[in-house]
């Protein structure tokens, strides 16, 4: 390949991702929500959130297909983040598809955490873990057959242990 050629899919290339860098993704939107609602304000996690986004989309975990992380750092001092803020915050950012499943707690009351579900081809899973000092978003998107592979071979696995 020349140079010439090399250079020109290399601007092809960045040409092309421009709108899609451009663009504030989905999960961006749930987490500036998330910032106005709890007070809480997104840490810089480097190149953890982009190890874990490649990972994902190579090797499709549990039939993962993207991964996305955001740590909301300390919430108004000393207050931490409240299930109440956090669950006002998803109703405005997500839309009718999106169903809450699960709400739980640690004994102690000191972490939370609240998923959310919107089924489809390809499934989005949202967590929320709130914890006194931080909370941690997660949106994963699974493929349901892969998952459900997954499940029963890790069902045979632990049978024949």
Known sequence: MTRWTACVLVAVSIAASLPVLAAPSEFDRIVKVLESET?????KLGAIGLVLRASAQLAHPAGAREMQIAVLGPAEAGGGFSVAQVERAMTRALDDRWHQ?????TND?????IVWVCPGE?????????????????RVKLDPRD???????????????
């Open 39 to 43: 007070g809480g304000r997104r840490v």
């Open 101 to 105: 499943v699960l709400r739980t707690s």
């Open 109 to 113: 009351g000191q972490s939370q955490t």
């Open 122 to 138: 390809m499934t989005e899973v949202i967590f929320f873990v709130a914890q006194p000092s931080n909370g941690v978003v997660t």
């Open 147 to 161: 998952l459900q592979r997954w499940l029963e071979h890790e069902e045979g696995r632990s049978e024949s242990r």
